[in-house]
């Protein structure tokens, strides 16, 4: 069993997003993700692994597939292995539960077109 509180995990930076691993189990990871106001992740995928986000405060969007996806408190966002994807915080600091499993975690930065 693992269990955390995630506002004592928080740990937010002006400089870039973190990303803290709390855990790992049974091929996969459990992170808290947080974000300054205006922090854009790079777009990537991850070409073997699923990746999935709870957003607990704040929001932003995501934009997958061409598509813009507004994130707010409440959201669960699934990626499948290979999907691009590029995270954009919105005017308030966002805390996010991430869940990662797969065969290799590796994140690949997509150009975009």
Known sequence: MMAFDL?????????KHIEKILGV???????VACWEPGQTSPN?????????YFCLEGGGHMNV?????????????LHPPGEIHEYVNGDQR???????????MESRHVAKT
């Open 7 to 15: 506002k004592v995990e928080q740990e937010f930076s002006p400089a």
């Open 25 to 31: 189990e049974s091929g996969g990871d459990v992170t």
């Open 44 to 52: 990537h995928c991850h070409p073997h692994a699923t990746e999935i």
């Open 65 to 77: 597939n061409g598509e813009k996806i507004d994130i707010k408190p409440g959201m669960f966002i």
């Open 94 to 104: 966002t805390l996010l539960f991430r869940v990662r499993y797969g065969d290799n």
